[in-house]
């Protein structure tokens, strides 16, 4: 989500934008080399486990933003990031969240949707 949705005013080529993007595809290339190299895959369990443990730690890091105070906007609870992004065509906030929530889940069963194909050609 963080690739659809980066944190800076201005886009490509600007370095913070560039900076943004980089930063974020090494943590997906560096999921993605170890569920390669250890042999790892998910299964259907594991994106509901997933859903539901994202689901306790958004109401938890919208505590920790509430007690924080403004500006602490911890997975942008409170205001939506800067810049044209996803998020610009949601509602505004706080609505934003059901919107985001929604398109969390969809990105889920569509990463998974590939295992999901694997399987059923395994059978």
Known sequence: MSILTPDVLFGFPDIFYIQNQIGHMMIILGVSYGMILD?????????????????????????????????????????????????????????????????????CYLLYIPFYIQDKKAK
């Open 39 to 107: 042999h790892q895959r998910p299964y259907l369990g594991d994106v509901h486990r997933v859903l539901i443990f994202t689901s306790i730690l958004l109401v938890i890091m919208y505590g920790v933003n509430y007690l924080l105070g403004h500006p602490a906007n911890y997975w942008f609870l409170i205001e939506k990031p800067i810049g044209d992004n996803l998020m610009s065509l949601m509602r505004p906030e706080p609505f934003h969240i059901i919107d985001l929530y929604l398109a969390a889940i969809a990105a």
